[in-house]
C-alpha cells in the first residue's frame, strides 16, 4: 500500500506558486490578492479562514478577510462582493460556506466575478466544467486530481466511486472523473446498497462527512481509496470517512487524514488565485 502524500505534494505546488508570484511581481509590480468573506463564528470556518490566511502570508500574496456577524443582511454581504469585484488588487474571492440561513447562498455565488471565483463555486465555471471547458475548478476535487496525476494514476477507463454529491466536493469530483475519461458512479445519501457500488471500484472517493462510513468488507483488493471527508474523533483526532485502520491494509494507494486531500484543497486555492492574477493582468494590459 502506498500513501498519497498529499501535504508533501502541497509544499511543492506551493514553492512553484511563490516563483510565480515574483515572477509576476517583477514584471507588473503587483502580486495575486485574495478576498475572503467569513460570516458567523463557526470555529471550523475560521480555521479554514486561518489556515487559508497563513497560506497566502507564505506565497506573499496580499489578503483580506471581510469578518462579518452571523446575524448579516443579504444586502451588506452582497455590497463587499460588488466592491471586491471592482477592486484591482482582489483577483480572488472565496466566500467560506456554509453562510447563516438568512442568507440566500446561490444569490452571493452567483455575484462573484466569474474571473474572480477562485473556488469555481459560480455557475458559469461549473457549467464550463460540466462541459469540459477550462474555467476555475473547485479546489478540492481538483487536488486530488493533482494527487492522482503526481503518483502518475491515469483513471481513463477506470471505474470510479464518487461517495458524496455536494456542489463544492462529490458532483465537481465525478464531472473531472468523467472529462479524464473514468467510468462514474455517484452514489449519495439515497442510494441502495452503497456495498455494491464501492465494491465494483477500482477507486473509491469519498466526501461525506461520516466517519468510518467506509468499511473493509465494502473494497475490493487492490483499490486506491481518496478520502476527502474531515470529521472530528471522540478522542479530538481528526479522522476521515474510511475505517483506515481495516481498509488501507486492502488498497493499493491511500489518502491519510490529516495529511492527504486537505492540504491540497488549499493548494489549489493558490494557484487558482495566481492563475486568475495572471490573467486578469493579461486582460488589462
Ligand atoms: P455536504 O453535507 O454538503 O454533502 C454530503 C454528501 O454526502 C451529500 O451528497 C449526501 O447525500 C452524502 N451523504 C451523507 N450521508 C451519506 C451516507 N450515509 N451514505 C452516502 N452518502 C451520504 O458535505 P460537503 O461539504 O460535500 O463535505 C463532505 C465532507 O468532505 C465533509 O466531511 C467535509 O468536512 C469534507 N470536506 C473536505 C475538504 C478537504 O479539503 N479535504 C473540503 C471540503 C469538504
Not at 477592486?87 to 452567483?110: F, H, R, V
Not at 460540466?130 to 477506470?158: Q, R
Request: charged share 20%.
Amino acid at each position: 500500500m502506498t500513501l498519497l502524500d498529499g501535504k508533501a505534494l502541497s509544499q511543492k505546488i506551493e514553492i512553484g506558486v511563490g516563483i510565480g508570484v515574483k515572477e509576476l511581481k517583477s514584471r507588473t509590480g503587483s502580486v495575486p490578492g485574495l478576498a475572503v468573506v467569513l460570516v458567523g463564528q463557526d470555529p471550523a470556518s475560521a480555521a479554514y479562514v486561518n489556515m487559508k490566511k497563513k497560506a497566502c502570508d507564505r506565497v506573499g500574496f496580499y489578503s483580506v478577510t471581510h469578518e462579518m456577524p452571523e446575524d448579516i443582511s443579504q444586502e451588506a454581504i452582497e455590497n463587499t462582493i460588488v466592491m471586491m469585484n471592482k477592486n484591482p488588487n482582489i483577483d480572488g474571492i472565496l466566500i467560506q460556506l456554509p453562510l447563516p440561513k438568512q442568507i440566500d447562498t446561490t444569490k452571493i455565488l452567483e455575484l462573484v466575478d466569474p474571473s474572480k471565483d477562485v473556488d469555481g463555486f459560480h455557475p458559469y465555471n461549473v457549467g464550463r466544467l460540466a462541459t469540459g471547458l477550462n474555467g476555475f475548478v473547485p479546489c478540492t476535487p481538483l487536488g486530488v486530481m493533482e494527487l492522482l496525476a503526481e503518483y502518475k494514476i491515469d483513471v481513463k477507463g477506470k471505474n470510479c466511486c464518487v461517495v458524496g454529491a455536494s456542489n463544492i466536493v462529490g458532483k465537481p469530483m465525478a464531472a473531472l472523473l468523467l472529462n479524464a475519461n473514468a467510468t462514474v458512479e455517484i452514489c449519495h445519501i439515497f442510494t441502495d446498497n452503497l456495498k455494491k457500488h464501492t465494491l465494483n471500484a477500482d477507486i473509491i472517493l469519498v466526501g461525506v462527512g461520516v466517519i468510518n462510513l467506509i468499511k473493509e468488507d465494502m473494497v475490493k483488493e487492490g483499490t486506491i481509496i481518496i478520502d476527502i471527508g474531515i470529521n472530528r474523533a471522540d478522542n479530538g483526532k481528526l479522522v476521515g470517512d474510511v475505517d483506515y485502520e481495516n481498509v488501507s491494509a486492502k488498497c493499493s494507494y491511500i489518502t491519510p487524514v490529516p495529511g492527504g486531500v486537505g492540504p491540497m484543497t488549499i493548494a489549489m486555492l493558490l494557484s487558482n488565485t495566481l492563475q486568475a492574477a495572471q490573467i486578469n493582468y493579461k486582460e488589462k494590459n
